[in-house]
């Protein structure tokens, strides 16, 4: 189902607050990864958020030297 633009923020965290997910320790595994590591319902829970490696190749910058 499609998100309209500018909600997506809302919806992710909906289904966080859903899961019950708001005790967590992050850790950035990459730029477009991060990792989550959180307590529900007393149980550790992990939580990958990740951008996939086909939007990394199209929209990464590319950096120059000069």
């Known amino acids: 189902m ?3 633009q500018h909600f997506v ?3 992710v965290i ?3 607050n859903t899961n019950r997910i708001n005790d967590c320790f992050e850790f950035e ?3 477009t990864n991060l990792l989550l590591k959180c ?3 007393n ?3 992990n939580v990958d958020i990740n951008i996939d490696r086909e939007y990394q190749r199209r929209y990464t ?3 120059i030297s000069i």
């Open 2 to 4: 499609r998100i309209p």
């Open 39 to 41: 307590w529900r319902e």
């Open 9 to 11: 923020h809302d919806r």
């Open 61 to 63: 910058a590319k950096s």
């Open 29 to 31: 595994e990459s730029p």
């Open 43 to 45: 149980q550790l829970v």
């Open 14 to 16: 909906q289904f966080l």
